[in-house]
């Protein structure tokens, strides 16, 4: 069985819908994969209890309690190596990971990030649309490198960017993609590394 851990900070929206996907594709089935675990580095994440109504394990690394970067995702990383993972998914994780970390699970960590990478690497990329001028904007799941919001694309989804567009509007727009992109990604992912057709 390949174990998929993933880790959050937030709300959940994007772990959540994959982990409707592996349900609804039966991917255990299908890839011999599962959700073996979510973990966040924010206690108060809302996604922790969404996962442990699906009875997926969680557990909670507060980055707070830890002095360096380095602590906390040596930490992070026996939490996650526990599940013994095959891939790791950063889904609304908003740490910046170690070259240590990225190094240990290189080519089984990927990321989301709303913005059509290269554009807009960092934070408030919806803004950051809006105010270049952007006629559309989207999203970008990618491998993970020791460079921010850099590395492999993997798949990517466009969205129109409307002339009375807020950030929050276009975040909105974006995040509905987001639920249909990065579950048929790792499906695509997990069908590569199986020997499966999709
Ligand atoms: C998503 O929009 C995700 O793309 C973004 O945070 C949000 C998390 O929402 N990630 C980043 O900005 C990473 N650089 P969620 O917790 O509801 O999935």
Partial sequence: MKNIVILISGGGSNMAAIVRAAERDRWAERFSARIAAVVSNKPEAGGLAIAATHGIATAVVPHKEFPTREAFDEALAKVVD????????????????????????????????????PAFPGLHTHQRAIDAGCKVAGVTVH??????????????AVVPVLPDDTAATLAGRVLAQEHQLYPRAIAGWLADTSGHIL
Avoid at 143 to 156: F, K, M, S
């Fill in 82 to 117: 526990a599940h013994a993972p095959a891939l790791v998914v950063l889904a609304g994780f908003m740490r910046i990971l170690t070259p240590g970390f990225v190094g240990r699970y290189a080519g089984r960590l990927i990321n989301i990030h709303p913005s059509l990478l």
């Fill in 143 to 156: 491998q993970v490198t020791t460079e921010l919001d850099h590395g492999p694309i993997l798949a990517q």
